[in-house]
């Protein structure tokens, strides 16, 4: 059974930065690590992803803002959230999918942006 547990959102301020982890267990062979996020009204939406290789992608909003970056020995991933703006406000999720195409979700956690 895989579990993911998701820590480091919150409320900050805009311009402020926040650090999201994502804890991987079980049995399973990861391939791609990801942080998805889904504001109120809106779809789930791909943030950042990272391979087994070290190749990152983007999504254009939070290019040049946010790192995607992953312990392989912890099977842990994190997402580093500079100059953090209130279009950034959703609930954060991490998402790995397994060389056997498998996929889990964490349970989500919350950011919001505001002053």
């Known amino acids: 059974q895989v579990q993911l547990v998701e820590s480091g959102g919150g409320l900050v301020q805009p311009g402020g930065s926040l650090r999201l982890s994502c804890a991987a267990s079980?049995?399973?062979?990861?391939?791609?690590m990801g942080w998805y996020r889904q504001a109120p009204g809106k779809e789930r939406e791909l943030v950042a992803e990272?391979?087994?290789?070290?190749?990152?992608n983007y999504v254009d909003p939070v290019k040049g803002r946010f790192t995607i970056s992953r312990d392989f020995a912890k099977n842990t991933v994190y997402l580093q959230m500079n100059s953090l703006k209130p279009e950034d406000t959703a609930v954060y999720y991490c998402?790995?999918?397994?060389?056997?195409?498998?996929?889990?979700w964490g349970q989500g956690t919350q950011v919001t942006v505001s002053s």
């Open positions: 990272i391979t087994t290789t070290g190749a990152t």
């Open positions: 998402k790995i999918s397994t060389w056997s195409r498998n996929n889990y």
């Open positions: 079980g049995s399973f062979s990861i391939n791609v």
